[in-house]
């Protein structure tokens, strides 16, 4: 038996409500901002936010008063009985989607309006969030007020835009807690980063053209570091260094297809793709990798380092990674014990894909896997020997085969593993909301009656 089916979970006709759980709201809207001209109009950025799910309430404990939605540019319009309440947006994994960023949204996350500004961004969440002004955010920036409360975007100041991109990537989601001390220090590690990329390269540096990448540890230390910025699915294949074309690593979730193939080795270059001493033409179209076969890659998620793309006559999910995927990566206690993950795989058997989705919340000596409706729990430990995660899936079911996990890769959205008993890569999310919208997409092209 295969030792995923006990953590096989089928959510087809689940629907995706996480944004909006007060359905006893007042005052429900889809407003299309300016309808009455006596509402207020308020633009949602770090880049413009569409569909973010937009909550009056009096108080973070009360049910919405009113409810509306964004629109393509961010915006949405508020009735004046409502403005000085406390308006918040959540932008939902999955579901809302950035200007900035390929697809929907990878990170569920909330963002505070404070009362005197019709913007809402991360730096009203951090003010309104804290004891801190937008007076004082801007001062430890070293940016002008107007320019922090100014839409940022259409205005193309890069170097806030960035800030905000990176404190975006910091906030939580349906939460209004003081996380300031943190996010200050965000702010203070990318403003390092920026001083001396200014330093380096001048102070007309094009400040879109990279992504701060920020780490935290366990001591809660900050470090800010910079990266390529991916903008299109050309930016994360056609990567380079010294004029030096690198490849990119792919790989299939589905067992029989990774048997066949193993870790594929590719570089993409002027239309060309090249892999040892074959080489193939291909063409972009969106997040759509055309080949001259006909062979078509659908691309689901993509993001600095890591992408996800179904093959679209094969139906299989795949992996791709600018470094290598490793298949005996070590875990470690704090990145499970206390933490959530959401696990999608292929339980198939043969070629034909069988998308999966399990819930899986580690405690100290114990996870809970949740399975639909159902859950059950069972030990775990980390090996001290080899660092794999060993999942004693046998005290559930007599007979089934444990499951020992290597870590591979991650980024700040997922976690890939290595299942050594199936011999392949498994993914786990920490945003369910977007979990579940990889395992609908996926599952949607794998039943799809392309070739």
Same mark, same amino acid.
């Given at each position: 038996?295969?030792?995923?089916?006990?953590?096989?979970?089928?959510?087809?006709?689940?629907?995706?409500?996480?944004?909006?759980?007060?359905?006893?709201?007042?005052?429900?809207?889809?407003?299309?901002?300016?309808?009455?001209?006596?509402?207020?109009?308020?633009?949602?950025?770090?880049?413009?936010?569409?569909?973010?799910?937009?909550?009056?309430?009096? /108080?973070?404990?009360?049910?919405?008063?009113?409810?509306?939605?964004?629109?393509?540019?961010?915006?949405?319009?508020?009735?004046?009985?409502?403005?000085? =309440?406390?308006?918040?947006?959540?932008?939902?994994?999955?579901?809302?989607?950035?200007?900035?960023?390929?697809?929907?949204?990878?990170?569920?996350?909330?963002?505070?309006?404070?009362?005197?500004?019709?913007?809402?961004?991360?730096?009203?969440?951090?003010?309104?969030?804290?004891?801190?002004?937008?007076?004082?955010?801007?001062?430890?920036?070293?940016?002008?007020?107007?320019?922090?409360?100014?839409?940022?975007?259409?205005?193309?100041?890069?170097?806030?835009?960035?800030?905000?991109?990176?404190?975006?990537?910091?906030?939580?989601?349906?939460?209004?807690?003081?996380? #300031?001390?943190?996010? =200050?220090?965000?702010?203070?590690?990318?403003?390092?980063?920026?001083?001396?990329?200014?330093?380096?390269?001048? #102070?007309?540096?094009?400040?879109?053209?990279?992504?701060?990448?920020?780490?935290?540890?366990?001591?809660?230390?900050?470090?800010?570091?910079?990266?390529?910025?991916?903008?299109?699915?050309?930016?994360?294949?056609?990567?380079?260094?010294?004029?030096?074309?690198?490849?990119?690593?792919?790989?299939?979730?589905?067992?029989?297809?990774?048997?066949?193939?193993?870790?594929?080795?590719?570089?993409?270059?002027?239309?060309?793709?090249?892999?040892?001493?074959?080489?193939?033409?291909?063409?972009?179209?969106?997040?759509?990798?055309?080949?001259?076969?006909?062979?078509?890659?659908?691309?689901?998620?993509?993001?600095?380092?890591?992408?996800?793309?179904?093959? /679209?006559?094969?139906?299989?999910?795949?992996?791709?990674?600018?470094?290598?995927?490793?298949?005996?990566?070590?875990?470690?206690?704090?990145?499970?014990?206390?933490?959530?993950?959401?696990?999608?795989?292929?339980?198939?058997?043969?070629?034909?894909?069988?998308?999966?989705?399990?819930?899986?919340?580690?405690?100290?000596?114990?996870?809970?896997?949740?399975?639909?409706?159902?859950?059950?729990?069972?030990?775990?430990?980390?090996?001290?020997?080899?660092?794999?995660?060993?999942?004693?899936?046998?005290?559930? #079911?007599?007979?089934?085969?444990?499951?020992?996990?290597?870590?591979?890769?991650?980024?700040?959205?997922?976690?890939?593993?290595?299942?050594?008993?199936?011999?392949?890569?498994?993914?786990?999310?920490?945003?369910?909301?977007?979990?579940?919208?990889?395992?609908?997409?996926?599952?949607?092209?794998?039943?799809?009656?392309?070739?």
């Amino acid at each position: 038996m295969n030792n995923k089916n006990v953590i096989a979970l089928a959510i087809a006709g689940t629907v995706l409500v996480g944004c909006n759980s007060d359905s006893d709201s007042n005052s429900n809207s889809t407003s299309n901002p300016g309808d009455n001209p006596e509402n207020s109009t308020f633009t949602v950025i770090d880049g413009y936010i569409n569909n973010a799910f937009i909550c009056a309430r009096e /108080t973070v404990e009360e049910a919405c008063a009113y409810t509306t939605t964004t629109d393509v540019k961010g915006q949405f319009s508020l009735p004046p009985e409502y403005a000085d =309440m406390l308006i918040t947006a959540d932008i939902v994994g999955g579901l809302s989607s950035d200007s900035d960023t390929l697809g929907v949204s990878a990170h569920s996350y909330t963002m505070i309006a404070v009362n005197t500004e019709q913007l809402i961004t991360p730096f009203t969440s951090i003010a309104k969030m804290s004891d801190l002004s937008v007076e004082d955010i801007a001062s430890e920036i070293g940016v002008t007020v107007e320019e922090l409360t100014s839409d940022y975007v259409a205005s193309d100041d890069t170097k806030v835009h960035l800030y905000a991109r990176t404190l975006a990537s910091q906030l939580n989601y349906k939460s209004v807690e003081d996380a #300031s001390k943190t996010l =200050m220090s965000v702010v203070k590690e990318t403003k390092s980063l920026i001083e001396q990329l200014e330093q380096d390269h001048g #102070s007309d540096f094009d400040f879109s053209t990279i992504t701060v990448d920020i780490e935290i540890d366990y001591n809660g230390n900050v470090n800010a570091s910079s990266l390529p910025r991916v903008s299109n699915l050309s930016d994360f294949l056609e990567i380079s260094k010294d004029s030096q074309s690198l490849p990119i690593y792919s790989a299939s979730l589905n067992p029989s297809y990774f048997d066949q193939e193993g870790i594929f080795l590719a570089t993409f270059k002027d239309g060309a793709t090249t892999s040892g001493n074959e080489t193939w033409k291909y063409e972009i179209d969106g997040l759509q990798l055309i080949f001259e076969d006909g062979e078509v890659d659908e691309f689901i998620y993509v993001s600095n380092h890591l992408a996800l793309g179904v093959v /679209t006559g094969d139906k299989d999910l795949n992996i791709y990674a600018q470094q290598d995927l490793i298949t005996n990566g070590k875990f470690t206690e704090n990145e499970l014990v206390g933490k959530t993950l959401y696990f999608v795989a292929d339980d198939s058997t043969g070629v034909n894909p069988d998308p999966m989705f399990a819930e899986l919340k580690f405690e100290e000596t114990s996870v809970t896997i949740t399975e639909g409706v159902e859950s059950f729990s069972v030990g775990y430990e980390i090996s001290s020997d080899t660092g794999a995660l060993h999942i004693r899936l046998s005290e559930e #079911s007599v007979g089934d085969n444990d499951m020992v996990m290597y870590r591979s890769l991650s980024n700040q959205h997922m976690l890939i593993g290595f299942d050594q008993s199936t011999q392949t890569f498994v993914l786990n999310f920490y945003d369910k909301a977007f979990a579940e919208k990889i395992y609908q997409d996926w599952s949607n092209l794998a039943s799809s009656d392309n070739n």
